[in-house]
């Protein structure tokens, strides 16, 4: 289920600006391998985590967490997160950012930061509400 629910993250990705290099760096993160087995018998040591909202019995949403070091000192990137279309304005999406925030603050994380496509102003605005500001701006141009 948690494949399929990330499949749709990655069709509702493509095509907008920005989209396809958000695919690309997706693809090389496989939940199964880099996420989902990174929890150990111990999980206060795990330096990712895949984390899931559940409505009833059904998967609403994941995101994709791991530690790193920030300019600040230990960061924790959210490097996705998506909650199912017939799933949101629910509280899915806060859910799942609270845990996402316990389990940085566990781990001695000093703050968490995430990234939102250009133009997509319902993720950006969620952000904002959660009290994260835009810190800095990536732009890029191709060159061949």
């Known amino acids: 289920m948690l494949q ?7 069709a509702e ?8 290099a958000a695919i690309a760096e997706a693809r090389g993160r496989e939940i199964d391998t880099a996420f989902v087995n990174a929890r ?11 984390l899931v909202g559940v409505v009833g ?12 070091a ?3 000192g230990k960061l924790a ?8 279309p017939d799933m949101r304005e629910i ?3 806060d ?15 000093v703050e968490i930061e995430s990234q939102v496509l250009p133009g997509n102003r319902s993720a950006k605005n969620f952000f904002e509400r959660a009290g994260m500001v835009t810190r800095l701006m990536r732009v890029s141009s191709r060159l061949n």
């Not at 019995?57 to 530690?67: E, K, R």
């Open 4 to 10: 399929a629910l990330r499949g749709l993250a990655i």
């Open 13 to 20: 990705t493509a095509g907008t600006r920005g989209g396809d």
């Open 40 to 50: 150990n018998a111990d999980g206060a040591t795990a330096k990712a985590q895949c």
């Open 57 to 68: 019995d059904a998967v609403a949403g994941y995101a994709l967490v791991a530690t790193e």
């Open 70 to 72: 920030g300019p600040y």
């Open 77 to 84: 990137m959210l490097h996705e997160l998506y909650v199912h």
């Open 91 to 93: 509280g899915v999406g």
């Open 95 to 109: 859910a799942i950012l609270g845990f996402a925030r316990a389990w940085a603050t566990a781990r001695g994380c």
